[in-house]
C-alpha cells in the first residue's frame, strides 16, 4: 500500500519545514538586530550603515565558519538566530549603561571607561542568554 520511500519523504519534509521555521527566525533576529543597532548612530550619516552592515556581517561570519566546518545551512541559521537574539537580548539587560554612554558621546564628552567586571558580567549574561535560547528555540523549531 505505502511506497518503501513513503518515510523518507516525510523526513525529508519535516526537515524541509524545520530548516524553514530557522530562516524565518535568522532573518527576523537580524531585522531586529538592525533596527536597534541602528539607533545607537551618533550622526545620521551612520543609521543605515549600522542597521545593515553588524546583522549581514555577523551572518555572513556565522555561514563562512560553518562552511570552512563542513556544517550544513541549518547549523549556520541556528547559530546566527541564536547569537543575535542572545545579543538583543543582552543589550536590553544592559540598556540603561547604553543609553548612558550613548548619551555622553552624543554631548561630545567620552564615554566611561569599561571595568573588567563589567566587562565579565556582560559575557556572563550573554553566554546565559544564548544556551537559554539556543536549548528555548531547539525546542520549539525542532523537526
Not at 5 to 19: C, E, P, Q
Not at 68 to 91: F, I, K, N, Y
Not at 113 to 122: A, K, M, Y
Amino acid at each position: 500500500m505505502f511506497g518503501s520511500d513513503s518515510g523518507a519523504t516525510a523526513t525529508a519534509t519535516a526537515t524541509a519545514t524545520a530548516t524553514a521555521g530557522w530562516w524565518v527566525a535568522a532573518t527576523a533576529a537580524a531585522l531586529v538586530f538592525g533596527a536597534v543597532t541602528q539607533t545607537w548612530a551618533t550622526k545620521p550619516s551612520w543609521k543605515l550603515f549600522l542597521a545593515v552592515v553588524p546583522a549581514l556581517g555577523g551572518c555572513l561570519a556565522v555561514f563562512a565558519g560553518t562552511a570552512v566546518r563542513g556544517d550544513g545551512t541549518r547549523t549556520a541559521l541556528q547559530l546566527s538566530t541564536v547569537l543575535m537574539l542572545a545579543t538583543l537580548v543582552t543589550m536590553a539587560v544592559f540598556s540603561r549603561y547604553i543609553r548612558r554612554q550613548s548619551a555622553l558621546i552624543r554631548s561630545g564628552r567620552a564615554a566611561r571607561t569599561t571595568t573588567q567586571r563589567q566587562v565579565w558580567i556582560f559575557l556572563f549574561t550573554f553566554f546565559v542568554a544564548a544556551i537559554a535560547i539556543g536549548a528555548g528555540l531547539d525546542t520549539l523549531l525542532s523537526g
